[in-house]
Nanobody, 118 residues
Framework: QVQLVESGGGLVQAGGSLRLSCAAS????????MGWFRQAPGKEREFVAA????????YYADSVKGRFTISRDNAKNTVYLQMNSLKPEDTAVYYC???????????WGQGTQVTVSS
């Protein structure tokens, strides 16, 4: 089992940057692909980005490609989401997830709020 704790959310102006972190417990962190998802008020939770267990492969939603970067440090059991050029439509609760073999979410963190003001 993996426990996940996100941090780094906050309020930022449009065009600004934030870096989210997700700290994982458990010795098996490095065996999981990891992902970030987000859920805006009144909307479904949606995929944002994913990274393979080694960090060698990354995947992004079209809406964030070129602005967001996912990375991981297996020595620190942490996955990151660097968010640049933020837009008001990026406002959401961001969730970290440990992914199953088919890259569907297996374990969720509690979420961190990101608010982008115009």
């Amino acid at each position: 089992q993996v426990q996940l704790v996100e941090s780094g959310g906050g309020l930022v102006q449009a065009g600004g940057s934030l870096r989210l972190s997700c700290a994982a417990s458990g010795r098996t962190f490095s065996s999981y692909a990891m992902g970030w998802f987000r859920q805006a008020p009144g909307k479904e939770r949606e995929f944002v980005a994913a990274i393979s267990w080694s960090g060698g492969s990354t995947y992004y939603a079209d809406s964030v490609k070129g602005r967001f970067t996912i990375s991981r440090d297996n020595a620190k059991n942490t996955v990151y989401l660097q968010m640049n050029s933020l837009k008001p439509e990026d406002t959401a609760v961001y969730y970290c997830a440990a992914l199953k073999d088919d890259y569907s979410p297996g374990y969720w963190g509690q979420g961190t709020q990101v608010t982008v003001s115009s």
